[in-house]
Structures are given as structure tokens and as C-alpha cells.
């Protein structure tokens, strides 16, 4: 099983210009999740999407959205990319309580 | 609103000894525990879940145990080894889909 795949591994963008990062999980799971992780701070939750249909924002949902495009399928867009937005983000869906992660996507933005 | 904190921030122990590393969280009325470790550069993977009902739980080396009266979870690592390197966090919820991460514990075994 793949589990939690994202895309891209890696991006630069400039100020102000606008990228979604992809995620896709293949478990079955119903909830699934964006975070962003930054040295010192740990793993801050963004969005979360409990199940299809839904979503709901997280602890720094400010310049970000997303889109649950189905069971499967949890993007992440920034509209207006800033410098504070780079980071390493990380995908995460749960089963059975469990949070599985994907590898991450690193972020710089110039 | 939950807060973990683990400390300490880092780690160093020579290769056989056991230890702990420790988890606090502020909210008492918690879902369930689980710990993670992460490698440089990788993504996190799933050690250890504990449910608010149980006490500890257990795979191979490691040790978990979850004491909800003092807020406190440790992850115990028997006979360390270098492979063992990482940084290791835990995460908590309480039942509403947010998980809240400690900033984590890097762990270096010297060989």
C-alpha cells in the first residue's frame, strides 16, 4: 500500500504567487489532515477535514485553503504565497486512531 | 485548549541504556495519546497509540504509559541502539479531530 502520498516533494515560489499542494491517502480513512511543521514550533495543524464534505480550520488556517475533493483526495492552496508560509508541510489521514503521515512536502518562498 | 511539552529537547546516551522520554499535556480529558518518531528530512511514523482507557501499551523495545490524573505519557526504550536516533514526538487529542503535537525529544545513542 502507498498510504499518504503528496505532491511535490519540494517547491520555491516567489512572493505572491499561488501553488496547491496534493495529498492523496489509500486506506479508506475518513479524516485527513494538513500541517505545517517549523523548527522550534513543532507540528502545527492547519485544516483538517473530519469526512468528505467537510472541513475545518486548525490552529494557523490564515493564508491557506483547502478542498476535500473526495474520500481519497485533501489539497492544500496558498493563494497569495508569503515568506512566513515556507515550511515543511505533512498530509496525515487517521484509521482506527491512528494518524498516518506522508513524507512531506518542503516549501520556500522567496 | 491542550498544550504538550516534552523535555528535554535533546538526548545523547550510550548504546544499551534504557530510557525515558517524556510527554505532558495540560487536558486531562484526553482521547487517546499516540507517539511518533521522525528521521531527518522524513516523515513522521506511528510508535505507539494509547487509548484514554488503557494504561500502557507495548511493541517490541518501546513502552509506552499514559497517566491521564498527571497529565504525563512516557515512552520507554529498552537496550538503545543507534538505529534508534530520531527525533520522537507525541501527540494528543481529545476527541475533536485535533491532534496538538509537542515540539519533540532528538535522541542521539552514541556507539
Known amino acids: 500500500n502507498a498510504g499518504v502520498t503528496q505532491t511535490p516533494k519540494f517547491q520555491v515560489l516567489k512572493t505572491g504567487q499561488s501553488m496547491t499542494l496534493q495529498c492523496a491517502q489509500d486506506m479508506n480513512h475518513n479524516s485527513m489532515y494538513w500541517y505545517r511543521q517549523d523548527p522550534g514550533m513543532g507540528l502545527r495543524l492547519i485544516y483538517y477535514?473530519?469526512?468528505?464534505?467537510?472541513?475545518d480550520k486548525g490552529e494557523v488556517p490564515n493564508g491557506y485553503n483547502v478542498s476535500r475533493l473526495n474520500k481519497r483526495e485533501f489539497s492544500l492552496r496558498l493563494e497569495s504565497a508569503a515568506p512566513s508560509q515556507t515550511s515543511v508541510y505533512f498530509c496525515?489521514?487517521?484509521?482506527?486512531?491512528?494518524?498516518?503521515f506522508g513524507a512531506g512536502s518542503r516549501l520556500t518562498v522567496l | 485548549k491542550q498544550e504538550v511539552t516534552q523535555i528535554p529537547a535533546a538526548l545523547s546516551v550510550p548504546e544499551g541504556e534504557n530510557l525515558v522520554l517524556n510527554c505532558s499535556f495540560t487536558d486531562s480529558a484526553i482521547y487517546n495519546l499516540q507517539w511518533f518518531r521522525q528521521d531527518p528530512g522524513k516523515g513522521l511514523t506511528s510508535l505507539l497509540l494509547i487509548q484514554s482507557s488503557q494504561r500502557e501499551q507495548t511493541s517490541g523495545r518501546l513502552n509506552a504509559s499514559l497517566d491521564k490524573s498527571s497529565g504525563r505519557s512516557t515512552l520507554y526504550i529498552a537496550a538503545s541502539q543507534p538505529g534508534d536516533s530520531a527525533t520522537y514526538l507525541c501527540a494528543a487529542t481529545s476527541g475533536t479531530y485535533k491532534y496538538i503535537f509537542g515540539t519533540g525529544t532528538r535522541l542521539k545513542v552514541l556507539a
Open positions: 496525515a489521514s487517521t484509521g482506527a486512531n491512528v494518524l498516518t
Open positions: 477535514s473530519a469526512s468528505e464534505g467537510t472541513t
